[in-house]
């Protein structure tokens, strides 16, 4: 093990990766209306493909996943055509991409939504805080209706027809966003899941969706080795609290490891010991993800902490990120300020080298 490094090649079940190295799923908020990705993403896309897996920006399964500004969705013909030519894009320039299943739930505003229905979630709690619209600034996020239990397996199958869709538009498989708190983390999490039925309560049943939804992507795909999940335990973010998030997160493991999944994504937030306690309970790949340098990403890699490192800001500003890693050559700093804004500002002009 421990010659590995960022540079390593690797092999998720299914094709070879050309290094360690996963471009992190980000909102870049440039999709054009309707939830279509936009034409730029293409050379976006394809500047980064040299990332051993791409993993896109968060992707609503159906539009009633949708809650931010400019963000896509892969439910419409129209959507999956626009998705098609990424990845054509990215496989012309050797790379692998994986789309991310982002279905927010309770964290949204009606402003950036094509469709005429409220936000759903486990229960009816809002979230506190705000979120950006065009139409009037920051807004509070809206108030979400909680779905009936007959109403889950129709989000579940909005799911598994998004990765039929997904696998149409070429990609090499697809994400279950579980991290952030978003829907499946929102199951997950005692201070959102407040149900008292079959999918909340016990941790056996707050993990239920997420369980029941890769099963369901899985089937439609025809296999789990094309279906990898990213978590983030204990994040705070987007209002996220859990009573025993390390016993909840113990237990969703656990249950999903023998699935045969591509790979578990972990996101480490405020818990430093996250890797270390979920890395032996996952039977297949992992990849870890959360403000990893160079150094500390070859460090876990030749440890046997992790089998891939997940970077994020890094490849906003540095399209080529694997090769200025191999020639330690000088990193350009992010630039918040453009992450969500339109145009190719920020987006696509930064240089390779
Ligand atoms: C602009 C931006 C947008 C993001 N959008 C998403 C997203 O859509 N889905 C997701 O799972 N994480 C998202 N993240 C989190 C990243 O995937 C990653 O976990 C985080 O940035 C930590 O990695 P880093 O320190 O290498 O940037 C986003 C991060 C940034 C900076």
Redesign the pocket.
Known sequence: MADINLLSPGRIDGFDTRNRIFM?????SRALAGGVPSPLAVDYYAQRASAGLIIT??VAPAAGGLGYARTPAIDTPEQVAAWKKITDAVHANGGRIFA?F?HVGRIGHAANRYVDEPLVAPSAIRAAGQMWTDASGMQDNDMPRALEIHEIPGVIAQYAQATKNALTAGFDGVEL?S??GYLPMQFLSTGTNKRTDAYGGSVTNRIRFVVETLEAMAAAAGTASKIGI?ISPAMPFNDCQDDDPMDTYTHLVKAISPMGLAYLHV?RTVIPTTFEVLRPLFAGPFAA????TKESGDAALASGAADYI?????F?SNPDLPTRFAKTAPLVSPDPAT??TPGEKGYTDFPSL
């Not at 997940?310 to 890094?314: D, S």
Request: charged share 15%; aromatic share 16%.
């Open positions: 992190a799923p980000m909102t870049r920006e968060g991310q982002m966003h991290a952030s990213k996101l993800g959360g403000a990893f997940v970077f994020g800001k890094l906003t992450f969500y």
